[in-house]
Antibody, heavy 112, light 107 residues
Framework: EVKLVESGGGLVLPGASLKLSCIVS????????MRWVRQAPGKGLEFIGEIKPDGSKTNYAPSMKGRFTISRDNAKNTLYLQMSSVRSEDTATYYCARADAWGQGASVTVSS | DVQMTQSPSYLAASPGESVSISCKASKSISNNLAWYQEKPGKANKLLIH???TLQSGTPSRFSGSGSGTDFTLTIRSLESEDFAVYYC?????????FGSGTKLEIK
């Protein structure tokens, strides 16, 4: 069974950094492009970025470039999202996904 | 960026009825379009990819059509489990972009 489980969310102060993790199982992680997508409360889905199977290339949404960094550790079957200088607009549920499977998301709230 | 315009944003229907959801791209995306279903407490589910190809496990009452800029998701003979939010998403080019969603509710 394909599983993607995000962790690392929570309440974070504006301007701080936060790193989300996504541990996967049930498939060969190193074979797949992986992505992060977010959803602000009551809003639609927003693509953050995607990383190549071997981690050598990433593609980001222009609005995410610079503050968000996607990486992966294929030996640990884990995808990461490093968020820096977070702001209130980054409050959202963050989903780890591949094209045909999603995690249930990690909630991030940016507030003082 | 490719803008995806999805309509309607809200749809009310009864079990057994058929509904259609439209998704229009701001430029041609060939058939590089997916449809996802969102339900509370569950992981988003890929229903259709390549515009019209049913993902394994998607019931046959779901169908997708279109290519280029105009796409449609049709659900025939609605069942109670189909009441959810549906999103289209293009993957023809980066950044991947989503439609704004259609909430399908029971009438």
């Amino acid at each position: 069974e394909v599983k993607l489980v995000e962790s690392g969310g929570g309440l974070v102060l504006p301007g701080a950094s936060l790193k989300l993790s996504c541990i996967v199982s049930g498939f060969t992680f190193s074979d797949y492009w992986m992505r992060w997508v977010r959803q602000a409360p009551g809003k639609g889905l927003e693509f953050i970025g995607e990383i190549k199977p071997d981690g050598s290339k990433t593609n980001y949404a222009p609005s995410m470039k610079g503050r968000f960094t996607i990486s992966r550790d294929n030996a640990k079957n884990t995808l990461y999202l490093q968020m820096s200088s977070v702001r209130s607009e980054d409050t959202a549920t963050y989903y780890c996904a591949r094209a045909d499977a999603w995690g249930q998301g990690a909630s991030v709230t940016v507030s003082s | 960026d490719v803008q995806m315009t999805q309509s309607p944003s809200y749809l009310a229907a009864s079990p057994g009825e058929s509904v259609s959801i439209s998704c229009k791209a701001s430029k041609s995306i060939s058939n590089n379009l997916a449809w996802y279903q969102e339900k509370p407490g569950k992981a988003n589910k890929l229903l259709i990819h390549s515009g019209s190809t049913l993902q394994s496990g998607t019931p046959s009452r779901f169908s997708g059509s279109g290519s280029g800029t105009d796409f449609t998701l049709t659900i025939r003979s609605l069942e109670s489990e189909d009441f959810a939010v549906y999103y289209c998403q293009q993957y023809n080019e980066y950044p991947l972009t989503f439609g704004s969603g259609t909430k399908l509710e029971i009438k």
